[in-house]
């Protein structure tokens, strides 16, 4: 489970950021919104299987509230589902 939860952590990270610095410029500069809804849309999948397998493995990783608070919110941050992955998901 903790290796389907590293690639989930993984794709969530690069959809955000390929929804932040990809997606919105070319829909505000280029008027396409099209990206936006599909990268969106697998975006937010991405994100719910993330808080989901997080979850999912909160025990078996015998992470205290402090940290499934930490990789919960990396979620909503750029590059912190990396942080996460380096920090808390190397060594399993």
């Known amino acids: 489970m903790i290796k389907s939860f590293r690639s989930i952590a993984l794709l ?40 989901a397998f997080a979850f999912l493995i909160k025990n078996e990783q015998k992470w205290n509230f402090k940290t499934f608070a930490i990789v919960c919110l990396a979620s909503i941050i750029p590059f912190g589902t990396f942080y996460i992955e380096k920090k808390h998901l190397q060594n399993t």
Not at 15 to 23: D, K, M, P, V
């Open 12 to 51: 969530e990270g690069l959809s955000l950021i390929g929804l932040l610095f990809f997606a919105m410029p070319m829909k505000y500069i280029g008027g396409d919104d099209i990206y936006v809804k599909n990268i969106g849309m697998a975006h937010g999948i991405l994100f719910i299987l993330y808080i």
